[in-house]
Each structure stands twice: as structure tokens, then as C-alpha cells.
């Protein structure tokens, strides 16, 4: 089984300002990953797919890298509404197997 | 617009079973593979469950094979989880989900509680 470990856990950033995520495969996931955003209270949302393309509606502030094992998500200035949670999910093995990060929280600092 | 509405969720006692549904809207719904996949309160998302676009083929986590099983009808537009054998650590909301290979689509979720 392919884990998927994500840092950091909270991530605490000023408005307006940079925010890099992270997220490790314990195997190569080639460039099978997306992102995900989720706020209290809601479904998560689709942000990323094959590690850098952005899903229909995502703002060009948010953009996905990385391949094999390492990826980021970089949000490249924070806006009010970008504080949530975020999740990397791996599906280099589906159907059927895809796992997900524990998540990292974006916190206002 | 693509809508998932899930339904079903309540509290139900350990040992119990449940049905949810996910009425489907916006998207040619026969063409699309779907999913289940939950969160416990506090806690991440785990893929529970995935069906392929004819309903012929089905996939389970390993923390449900043997007690859950889904399902889907195309001429409803609906998909569907029976949920047998609860347990405790089963309490999570359900979101279903529309699938490439990532879920680009999901519902609002409905709460299952399992206990007594």
C-alpha cells in the first residue's frame, strides 16, 4: 500500500503572503496525484490533478509540482478564503487503490 | 451543473445495517465510475468504495469488504451503499463522489452514526 504523509501539519500564514505544502508518496505515484481543499462544514474540492493541471473554476494562484514521490501545492498569496484544510490523494494504482494524506491545515497567523 | 445528494445517513446501533443513496444530476451519469468515501469527525478522508461506469465492476476498502456493498442504477441516475454489519469506528459522514481517477465532483455528505 502506498502511504502518503503531508507537511507540515498546520501551516500558519499572514494574508497576501506565500504558502507551500507538501505532500510524499511512500513509492513513486509517477505524476498521479491531486489536491484537494476542504472548509469546515463542506465536501472537499477538486484543486489539482496530475500534480499541476488545475481543475475547472481553480484560481492561477494555487498551482501543483513535483513527480515520482515529492509534490507541492504552492497558493502564491493567500486570500481570505484559502484557509482551510488541504489533501493529497495518490491513484497510481487505480482502479481501485487511492490514498489519501492526512492533510495540512492553513491557518491565519 | 453537476449535483451528487446524498441520503440514508442516521444513527443506527452497532450491528446494524443502512442504505445510503446519491441522486446524480448534470453529467451523463452512466459514463462516470463513482465513489464513496468517508470522514470520521476530526479526521481524513478514506476511500471506501468505487463502482464503474456499467456497475459491473466493483472495488472495496479493506476496512468494508464482506460488510458493505455498492451499487448503482443508471436508468436513476443513483448510486447506491449498503452498509451491514456497522460498527462503531464506521461513524463518519459519507460523500459520494464522481471519478476519473480522481473525484472531481462530490456530494454535500450525510452523517452515519453508529452507536448504542
Known amino acids: 500500500e502506498i502511504v502518503m504523509t503531508q507537511s507540515p501539519a498546520t501551516l500558519s500564514v499572514s494574508p497576501g503572503e506565500r504558502a507551500t505544502l507538501s505532500c510524499r508518496a511512500s513509492q513513486s505515484v509517477s505524476n498521479n496525484l491531486a489536491w484537494y481543499q476542504q472548509k469546515p462544514g463542506q465536501a472537499p474540492r477538486l484543486l489539482i490533478y496530475?500534480?499541476?493541471t488545475r481543475a475547472t473554476g481553480i484560481p492561477a494562484r494555487f498551482s501543483g509540482s513535483g513527480s515520482g514521490t515529492e509534490f507541492t501545492l504552492t497558493i502564491s498569496s493567500l486570500q481570505s478564503e484559502d484557509f482551510a484544510v488541504y489533501y493529497c490523494q495518490q491513484y497510481d494504482n487505480w482502479p481501485p487503490l487511492v490514498t489519501f494524506g492526512p492533510g495540512t491545515k492553513v491557518d491565519i497567523e | 451543473e453537476v449535483q451528487l445528494v446524498e441520503s440514508g445517513g442516521h444513527l443506527i446501533q452497532p450491528g446494524g445495517s443502512l442504505r445510503l443513496s446519491c441522486a446524480a444530476s448534470g453529467f451523463t451519469f452512466s459514463s462516470y465510475a463513482m465513489s464513496w468515501v468517508r470522514q470520521a469527525p476530526g479526521k481524513g478522508l478514506e476511500w471506501v468504495s468505487a463502482?464503474?461506469?456499467?456497475?459491473?465492476?466493483?472495488y472495496y476498502a479493506d476496512s468494508v469488504k464482506g460488510r458493505f456493498a455498492i451499487s448503482r442504477d443508471n436508468s436513476k441516475n443513483t448510486l447506491f451503499l449498503q452498509m451491514n454489519s456497522l460498527r462503531v469506528d464506521d461513524t463518519a459522514v459519507y460523500y459520494c463522489a464522481k471519478v476519473y481517477a480522481w473525484f472531481d465532483s462530490w456530494g454535500q455528505g450525510t452523517l452515519v452514526t453508529v452507536s448504542s
Open positions: 463502482v464503474g461506469a456499467t456497475g459491473g465492476d466493483t
Open positions: 496530475g500534480a499541476s
